[in-house]
Antibody, heavy 118, light 113 residues
C-alpha cells in the first residue's frame, strides 16, 4: 500500500527558509522509473507544480521559482525534501507531495499547510 | 512553459446529466516517438488532495468509475462524465505531463443542482 505524508513548520515569517519533508511507504526511490514531486495550492486557488526528483537523482524545478527551490532525497529513509528560501506571504499554501510512476502522479499525500505571516 | 486553459470555469448540472469539460494546451502534448498524449485529469473534492482520474489523455486510473472518459489529442482534450452523480461534486484539473514544468489548468468547478 502506497502512502505519502508531508510535514512542515506550519508557520513562518517572511524571509525565512521553508523545509518540507515527504515521508513515504509502499515503494522505493531506488527503483528505476520512480519519482516524487511537490505541488502546492493556495487556499481556494489552483495547483502549482514546484519540483520533481527521480530515482537516479535527476531533478527538475519550476523556472519561476528555481532560484529558491532545492529538492533532495534520502532513499534509505524513504524521504524527499523540499527547501524554499526567502518565503513571503505568496508562499502561503497547502504543499503536497506525490509519487510519479508509469508517467503519472498516481498517489498524493494529504498535504501540509504553511502560513507566512509577520 | 506550456499554458493549460480549461473551460468552462464552472458548471452546474443535475444528477444523471452528461457533462463535458475542455482543456487546451499551448503546445502539443503528443510524443511523436510513441504517439502518446501526455495529459492527465485530476478530481479534487473539498478538503482533499487531488485524485488521478485519467492519464495518457484517455487511460482511466485503476478504480475510477467508467462514467469518466478522457479523449483528445495534440492540444485539445476533453473530460466527459456520462451520468453525473452527487459525489462528483469537485474541481477538475488537467495537467501537462509532457514537459517540465508540469503545468496545471485553472480548473473546472462542477456543481450539482
Amino acid at each position: 500500500q502506497v502512502t505519502l505524508k508531508e510535514s512542515g513548520p506550519g508557520i513562518l515569517k517572511p524571509s525565512q527558509t521553508l523545509s518540507l519533508t515527504c515521508s513515504f511507504s509502499g515503494f522505493s526511490l531506488s527503483t528505476s522509473g520512480m519519482g516524487v514531486g511537490w505541488i502546492r495550492q493556495p487556499s481556494g486557488k489552483g495547483l502549482e507544480w514546484l519540483a520533481h526528483i527521480w530515482w537516479d537523482d535527476d531533478k527538475y524545478y519550476n523556472p519561476s521559482l528555481k532560484s529558491q527551490l532545492t529538492i533532495s532525497k534520502d532513499t534509505s529513509r524513504n524521504q524527499v525534501f523540499l527547501k524554499i528560501t526567502s518565503v513571503d506571504t505568496a508562499d502561503t499554501a497547502t504543499y503536497y507531495c506525490a509519487r510519479r510512476a508509469g508517467g503519472r502522479y498516481d498517489y498524493w499525500g494529504q498535504g501540509t499547510t504553511l502560513t507566512v505571516s509577520s | 512553459d506550456i499554458v493549460m486553459t480549461q473551460s468552462p470555469s464552472s458548471l452546474s448540472v443535475s444528477a444523471g446529466e452528461k457533462v463535458t469539460m475542455s482543456c487546451k494546451s499551448s503546445q502539443s502534448l503528443l510524443n511523436s516517438g510513441n504517439q502518446k498524449n501526455y495529459l492527465a485529469w485530476y478530481q479534487q473534492k473539498p478538503g482533499q488532495p487531488p485524485k488521478l482520474l485519467i492519464y495518457g489523455a484517455s487511460t482511466r486510473e485503476s478504480g475510477v468509475p467508467d462514467r469518466f472518459t478522457g479523449s483528445g489529442s495534440g492540444t485539445d482534450f476533453t473530460l466527459t462524465i456520462s451520468s453525473v452523480q452527487a459525489e462528483d461534486l469537485a474541481v477538475y484539473y488537467c495537467q501537462n505531463d509532457h514537459s517540465y514544468p508540469f503545468t496545471f489548468g485553472s480548473g473546472t468547478k462542477l456543481e450539482i443542482k
